[in-house]
């Protein structure tokens, strides 16, 4: 399956002339989570890839009233689903591969704050985790080595 998106027409996009990264970015959520579990899965996912490498991130942005916004990532981020054996996967491959790896657990949902999730994650060993979601970020290859048979989210 390729992970690849296509704008479905002749006519040049900016993303048929946009830089082509070397790397990507990849978040698979559990595909039986509520609608807001999934956004809230993956804002903490791309919250930790955002801290994967310092070149992840743009440049700021600005209107041209002047008004200032914080970066984003450089390049773009591919959102998938999974179900618990898919997650479960995605997580041993992008380990065996030593790529930077975030992860959210279903445990987390009922913490409030950093230091329980920490300590959710800590409690449960590696093939233990319930997992609700699993965010990537390395070489393209690799990150497609890792989620391989997974499903575009939508």
């Not at 689903?81 to 987390?108: F, I, K, S, V």
């Amino acid at each position: 399956m390729s992970t690849e998106i296509s704008t479905g027409t002749a006519a040049e996009t900016p993303a048929d002339t946009a830089e082509r990264f070397p790397t990507k970015i990849a978040i698979v959520v559990r595909d039986d989570l509520a609608a807001w579990q999934k956004l809230n899965v993956t804002a903490f996912l791309a919250s930790g890839i955002a801290h994967a490498d310092d070149a992840i991130m743009g440049k700021r942005y600005e209107d041209s009233s002047g008004n200032g916004y914080l970066p984003l990532f450089r390049e773009p981020v591919l959102c998938f689903t999974a179900d618990a054996a898919g997650l479960a996967r995605t997580r041993a491959r992008a380990l065996t591969r030593e790529l930077p790896t975030a992860l959210y657990t279903t445990d987390m949902f009922t913490t409030g704050n950093d230091d329980d999730n920490r300590a959710v994650v800590r409690a449960v060993p590696a093939d233990g985790l319930d997992l609700a979601g699993v965010a990537v970020h390395g070489p393209r290859k690799q990150v497609d080595k890792v989620i391989k048979g997974l499903k575009l989210h939508g």
